[in-house]
């Protein structure tokens, strides 16, 4: 069963990284100024494609999000996609001053 730990940097980019059975198998690079955490990139290893990692990911995001009463700037292109497709999922913690 996967795991995702939080990984945060005082300096450099922060992470959500996913473990499972074989190590680490992806990880969410953001970064957080502020109120806003800017998403920059998830990536899920290649060999470990299709398992839902990249969601595990995100929902622990969008729940420390919620938890540390933040706003999400989705720079990475799978975040803004899901963001996008379910915005009424993620209305409240969208910061979309960018768009």
């Known amino acids: 069963m996967a795991e ?10 922060s992470s ?11 990880e969410m690079v ?6 806003d955490l800017t998403v920059y990139h998830t990536e899920v290893e290649p060999d470990r ?7 595990l990911l995100l929902d622990a995001m969008v729940a420390y999000v919620r938890e540390n009463q ?13 963001f996008r497709r379910h915005e009424e999922l993620y209305k409240d913690i969208w910061n979309k001053i960018n768009e």
Do not use: R, T, W
């Open 16 to 26: 959500f990284d996913i473990f499972d059975e074989n190590g680490k198998a992806g």
């Open 49 to 55: 494609e299709g398992k839902g990692y990249a969601k």
């Open 4 to 13: 995702v730990k939080l990984s945060l940097q005082e300096e450099g980019p």
């Open 30 to 35: 953001f970064d957080i100024q502020g109120n």
């Open 70 to 82: 933040l706003k999400v700037i989705p720079l990475c292109p799978y975040v803004h996609l899901q």
